[in-house]
């Protein structure tokens, strides 16, 4: 199965709800899409959304990165398949989501070259899983509403995004926590924005009212590692890391330093799903639990953190793969069941995605 084109296509979709974070406001989905093309009419999908204030990457940079790469990938054997990929990562430094779908993309085409769906050739089992849904930062009815909405969707686990002013963000937490049934998990995701003394009084002051998050996500800078370790030594509430892990070798100086609670693993961090397995591996290795998530980004790859979520059940215990239900619309058939908070992978072989003929025409 020899590799004889890639191409790009942008993906638009929109959104059910503008998505708000402290980081940013989006109204709509654009993300772009690569499809690999080989010698057997095989294509493999990959996907990744340029996420600037995150990775770094524009819609611009990935499109070029990938046709920087694409040259040195053309006329190669997808059976060479770990040369592929040590090629495609000394290639280029950084540009991470642009990686990732291309990776993705090659995963998709060996799982199909097997003629087996992907996460059991990555070993995994598992089938159905359930996702939180994100609540966009706001006002504080506007979040209560929306908390509501979402369990009487379904949902049992809400990742609430906070992180603009810590005052308001007590309060946010704490109404939304009263609005709720006491079986709501919430998971709080600040996207870097506190300081660590300030987490700390806020957290604090959560905990007093015996509202104690399933975690605290990313509470400082992403390259504020004392102060993770600071925040961790002083409160209850778990600590998770996002921004703050890209790279296995970020993990593992987190890790060492006791520094964290969980990791959370993103393909367009990672620059995708050779290195995610790898930091799964490696949490595993400090006993620490690892959670999936994504950016907001489109089903394929999407779908590709479901499969990895299923390679790695023992260790991915939480997940965090709501983007395709904030969807209104996308052009992608799958064969995978995103139905709210449930996801069911399907048996068909590779990621088990495909994209109209728009998409897919050289
Ligand atoms: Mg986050």
Sequence with gaps: MKITNIRTQTLKAPLKNPFITSLRRVDALEDLVVIIECDDGSLGYGEGAPTPVITGETMGSMIACI???SPHLIGREIEDFDTILALLHSLILKNTTAKSALEIALYDLKAKASKVPLFRLLGGSRTIFSTDITISMGEIDKMICDSQNAVNLGYN???IKIGDS???DVERVLAIHQ???K????????????SAKESVDLLLALEKQNVIAEFIEQPV?????????YIKERVQTPLLADESIFSVKDAQRLLEMQAIDYVNIKLAKTAG???ALKLADLSKEFGVKCMIGCMLEGPISVAAGVHVASAKADIITMLDLDAVSLLASHPVKTDIDFNESKIVLSDSPGLGVSISSKYTKS
Excluded: C, M, V
């Excluded at 079986?183 to 506190?194: E, V």
């Design 67 to 69: 046709e920087y790469i």
């Design 157 to 159: 686990t809400l990742k």
């Design 166 to 168: 810590p005052q308001k």
């Design 179 to 181: 609005s709720l049934d």
């Design 183 to 194: 079986h709501i998990k919430l998971r709080l995701d600040a996207n870097q924005g506190w």
């Design 221 to 229: 800078a992403a390259d504020d590692y004392e102060g993770l370790k």
């Design 273 to 275: 799903i050779s290195q």
